[in-house]
């Protein structure tokens, strides 16, 4: 699992900061929050392979988080990609792309899904290709889960801003425990499919014995996955506390140093300081501040107030890379 800084800065790109996109490479595909102008430069700078299934979630409709998306699907249809797509987002996310086929020729000859969350009605609206306007059906939405699959779920809640805006989170199912390949030939349990059931916790009968991998030591306890927070752009509120309690990392906005909290508060923004916080609140292993105002050309003031208060506080960077062990 590893995390890429896309993008870092906030409304205005400045030298050596694109605008807002985190990219999470994890197993065989790509999980992306928010769509920066010149996403595909960014993309193609991070070696991010063009024909990886792909996620991605739109945070809310302010240009700087969602510009870059037309531009990227665009490349795909030029690369003969046959990996799909799927898009979640505000309602009218589907509009947005469907306009662009219709005016500029946007085409997507790949397997493309927009699914438009409705959080009043609490469903996933779900388009199919960009063909027709016509929904392809709807999805209840439960416990804020808008995607689920064996190995993760991704989770949603809304937050304060100055027009709809979520944020988003993370969450790697409990892996298996550590497999003990020495205890199973102690038991007489040669290399073969058999350990692989074990791997996953499987209880297996060998030569008439039955074997409970975790009981014999054969398989340590379930490890617990991995979980990361993305605030999209918010004013401090209730709801990222609780979608991000216990995270591994936070990535949070700071747009603005303590010394303009008005004006944060004014723009429904954060400072350091509210980030710091918030990652206090929700015991948060790790906090990336991201999105800072084009006025700071080195944020490190940012980094300084938030790691008064929250010292496990890290600068995303462009290009910066994380691996997640």
Not at 29 to 51: P, T, V
Not at 226 to 241: F, M, N, Q, R, V
Not at 276 to 287: E, F, P, V
């Amino acid at each position: 699992m590893e995390l890429i800084i896309l993008g870092s800065s906030g409304a205005i790109p400045i030298k050596g900061r694109n605008l807002p996109s985190i990219a999470l490479k994890y197993k065989n595909e790509i999980l992306l929050f928010d769509c920066g102008e010149d996403l595909q430069r960014a993309f193609e700078k991070a070696s991010l392979k063009f024909n990886r299934p792909l996620k991605i979630f739109i945070s809310h409709f302010h240009g700087d988080h969602v510009i870059g998306l037309p531009g990227l699907l665009f490349r795909f249809g030029l690369l003969d990609r046959t990996a799909p797509v799927e898009i979640y987002g505000p309602r009218n996310l589907f509009y947005y792309l469907f306009l662009h086929s219709k005016i500029l020729g946007l085409r997507a000859p790949y397997p493309l899904t927009v699914k438009e969350i409705d959080p009043e009605n609490e469903k996933l609206l779900i388009f199919e290709g960009l063909k027709t306007d016509t929904p392809a059906g709807e999805q209840v939405i439960e416990d804020d889960i808008i995607y689920e699959s064996k190995r993760y779920f991704m989770k949603y809640t809304l937050v304060k801003h100055s027009i709809l805006s979520f944020a988003f989170a993370f969450h790697e199912k409990p892996r298996f425990g550590k497999f003990n390949p020495e205890k199973a030939e102690e038991l007489g349990i040669p290399p073969s499919n058999l350990w692989k059931k074990m791997q996953h916790g499987e209880t297996i009968t060998h030569q008439g014995n039955i074997i409970d991998p975790l009981e014999e030591g054969i398989v340590g306890p379930p490890r617990p996955g991995k979980k990361i927070t993305y605030s999209g752009d918010l004013a401090p509120c209730e709801s990222i506390i609780r979608l991000g309690k216990d995270t591994d990392i936070l990535i949070h906005e700071a747009t603005y140093a303590k010394d303009l909290a008005d004006v944060a508060a004014e723009k429904f923004h954060s400072t350091s300081v509210d980030a710091a916080t918030d990652a206090l609140k929700m015991n948060a292993k790790k906090l990336i501040l991201t999105h800072f105002s084009s006025r700071y050309n080195s944020p490190d003031i940012l980094l300084k107030e938030a790691k008064e208060i929250f010292p496990n506080t890290i600068l995303a960077e462009d290009q910066l890379k994380l691996k997640l062990r």
